[in-house]
């Protein structure tokens, strides 16, 4: 009897216990939303700033410019001005320059819940993960699957390091391959028209190791390069005018670097997976998150890759543990949305690129890059190029200086001589933002129907 009594009781605390608890889960869980506790102003504060009204022209941000009373107020896009950015610069310059990639900004806006993050006070603290490494074992996960995904590298038994950006990533693959013993510095060359910031950060930290040696065209029939140790860096699809690349040089001296910013389907045709020894990414031109400063190697000698390790413990003891959860977060949206945010990029930038060749093709005082088409693996189709930047020559023999003449149509560009090339080009980037390419746009085509210049149409 008494057995039984006190197996009761225990019941009747079991189903008590069971009652309190599922209340407990009730009372903290309403509506499929769990209620917030210290999350909550962060939360609040962040959605309170991304609803301040901008005209469509602007953005306030949480740590933007402030006026009294705490007051954020909006960032605005080139040419607009004003409390809520409404308001119009008529005479304002259009900025073509730089490759700030907020043409992706729309598609964010329109997938804040999956890219969303909220960070605990104390979230990983540490210098390295669990006491080891600088860098993220499950972002590195989420960067092969986003690979598998896209079919533009192999990551299958490779060695992923990251960095603050590419730039760095670059700098540390350079490092990486010149050789510890030698009486002569390794050549890096790289073929004209190349990206600038590969012979500014190379001469910058010229050392007994390598040296920049200029256009790799001007090395390729020299009869001492193959007993000369050679970095050639490739960037493909190119920077500035968007060409798929591949290496000059070849041999036993010869280490490549592949620099695959570029190589995502918004931007080019993707005819293979990339097999290379060392390729490089960044997230700036995948997901548009420049500041964000994060960027990748892909690296097949394990060689190369803790000599690379070493470099980036030496240089920064690693990337920041923010970004590289940041990067976490907006890869997996990525991955969620499947290819949500390839068709969005790629059809932003392919009607750029279509009213731009429209607009340039009422005269012929200009011409663009040829954009032949390829098949791509991704689209399953045959596509044309659909390039970050263009590639502009001034066609006019008194048009010596191309970047003068579109200056003085209100139109700011890069100089064709910063990337190898003549100063008859000029760099046109169409990865800002709307207004920005709307107002190159308005600017290119009163240049030339305004003009003096002959008219094919």
Same mark, same amino acid.
């Given at each position: 009897?008494?057995?039984?009594?006190?197996?009761?009781?225990?019941?009747?605390?079991?189903?008590?216990?069971?009652?309190?608890?599922?209340?407990?889960?009730?009372?903290?869980?309403?509506?499929?939303?769990?209620?917030?506790?210290?999350?909550?102003?962060?939360?609040?504060?962040?959605?309170?700033?991304?609803?301040?009204?901008?005209?469509?022209?602007?953005?306030?941000?949480?740590?933007?410019?402030?006026?009294?009373?705490?007051?954020?107020?909006?960032?605005?896009?080139?040419?607009?001005?004003?409390?809520?950015?409404?308001?119009?610069?008529?005479?304002?310059?259009?900025?073509?320059?730089?490759?700030?990639?907020?043409?992706?900004?729309?598609?964010?806006?329109?997938?804040?819940?999956?890219?969303?993050?909220?960070?605990?006070?104390?979230?990983?603290?540490?210098?390295?993960?669990?006491?080891?490494?600088?860098? *993220?074992? $499950?972002?590195?996960?989420?960067?092969? /699957? =986003?690979?598998? @995904? %896209?079919?533009?590298?192999?990551?299958?038994?490779?060695?992923?390091?990251?960095?603050?950006?590419?730039?760095?990533?670059?700098?540390?693959?350079?490092?990486?391959? *010149?050789? $510890?013993?030698?009486?002569?510095?390794? /050549? =890096?060359?790289? @073929? %004209?028209?190349?990206?600038?910031?590969?012979?500014?950060?190379?001469?910058?930290?010229?050392?007994?190791?390598?040296?920049?040696?200029?256009?790799?065209?001007?090395?390729?029939?020299?009869?001492?390069?193959?007993?000369?140790?050679?970095?050639?860096? %490739?960037?493909?699809?190119?920077?500035?005018?968007?060409?798929?690349?591949?290496?000059?040089?070849?041999?036993?001296?010869?280490?490549?670097?592949?620099?695959?910013?570029?190589?995502?389907?918004?931007?080019?045709?993707?005819?293979?997976?990339?097999?290379?020894?060392?390729?490089?990414?960044?997230?700036?031109?995948?997901?548009?998150?420049?500041?964000?400063?994060?960027?990748?190697?892909?690296?097949?000698?394990?060689?190369?890759?803790?000599?690379?390790?070493?470099?980036?413990?030496?240089?920064?003891?690693?990337?920041?543990?923010?970004?590289?959860?940041?990067?976490?977060?907006?890869?997996?949206?990525?991955?969620?949305?499947?290819?949500?945010?390839?068709?969005?990029?790629?059809?932003?930038?392919?009607?750029?690129?279509?009213?731009?060749?429209?607009?340039?093709?009422?005269?012929?005082?200009?011409?663009?890059?040829?954009?032949?088409?390829?098949?791509?693996?991704?689209?399953?189709?045959?596509?044309?190029?659909?390039?970050?930047?263009?590639?502009?020559?001034?066609?006019?023999?008194?048009?010596?200086?191309?970047?003068?003449?579109?200056?003085?149509?209100?139109?700011?560009?890069?100089?064709?001589?910063?990337?190898?090339?003549?100063?008859?080009?000029?760099?046109?980037?169409?990865?800002?933002?709307?207004?920005?390419?709307?107002?190159?746009?308005?600017?290119?085509?009163?240049?030339?129907?305004?003009?003096?210049?002959?008219?094919?149409?």
């Amino acid at each position: 009897m008494m057995k039984s009594i006190v197996s009761s009781k225990y019941l009747a605390c079991l189903v008590g216990s069971i009652i309190l608890n599922l209340l407990f889960i009730i009372n903290i869980y309403v509506g499929g939303q769990w209620k917030l506790s210290w999350s909550l102003g962060a939360a609040i504060e962040a959605e309170t700033v991304a609803a301040i009204y901008c005209s469509g022209h602007g953005r306030a941000y949480l740590d933007g410019l402030v006026v009294v009373g705490n007051k954020l107020v909006c960032d605005c896009n080139t040419c607009f001005t004003g409390p809520d950015c409404s308001q119009f610069i008529p005479h304002c310059t259009a900025n073509a320059d730089g490759g700030d990639p907020l043409f992706l900004e729309p598609f964010w806006m329109q997938h804040l819940a999956s890219s969303a993050l909220v960070v605990a006070g104390w979230h990983q603290m540490s210098y390295t993960y669990g006491g080891k490494s600088f860098f *993220s074992k $499950e972002l590195a996960k989420v960067v092969r /699957k =986003v690979h598998a @995904s %896209v079919g533009n590298a192999v990551t299958q038994n490779r060695f992923i390091i990251f960095g603050a950006g590419s730039t760095q990533v670059l700098s540390a693959a350079v490092f990486a391959l *010149s050789p $510890e013993n030698n009486s002569s510095p390794a /050549k =890096v060359v790289t @073929s %004209v028209p190349y990206y600038p910031v590969d012979k500014q950060q190379t001469q910058y930290f010229s050392s007994q190791k390598f040296k920049y040696e200029g256009d790799a065209y001007r090395w390729n029939n020299r009869s001492d390069c193959s007993s000369t140790n050679m970095i050639e860096i %490739v960037t493909s699809p190119n920077n500035p005018d968007g060409q798929l690349k591949k290496a000059i040089f070849h041999g036993p001296n010869v280490k490549t670097i592949y620099d695959h910013a570029y190589y995502w389907p918004h931007f080019t045709p993707i005819p293979a997976p990339s097999d290379e020894d060392v390729m490089v990414f960044t997230l700036s031109k995948l997901t548009g998150h420049a500041g964000t400063r994060l960027g990748w190697a892909v690296i097949k000698d394990e060689t190369v890759f803790n000599r690379m390790m070493i470099h980036m413990r030496m240089n920064s003891m690693g990337v920041s543990k923010d970004a590289q959860l940041r990067a976490f977060k907006l890869l997996n949206a990525v991955l969620e949305e499947g290819t949500g945010i390839f068709d969005f990029a790629y059809q932003t930038m392919k009607s750029r690129w279509e009213r731009l060749v429209q607009t340039v093709s009422l005269s012929n005082r200009f011409s663009l890059q040829e954009n032949n088409p390829q098949y791509c693996t991704f689209y399953n189709k045959v596509r044309q190029l659909s390039p970050a930047y263009a590639w502009l020559k001034c066609e006019r023999e008194e048009d010596k200086d191309c970047y003068a003449v579109l200056e003085a149509a209100n139109i700011i560009g890069r100089q064709g001589n910063l990337f190898g090339a003549e100063d008859g080009y000029v760099r046109l980037s169409l990865v800002r933002t709307q207004d920005d390419f709307d107002i190159l746009i308005e600017r290119l085509h009163k240049l030339i129907t305004e003009g003096d210049g002959d008219k094919t149409m």
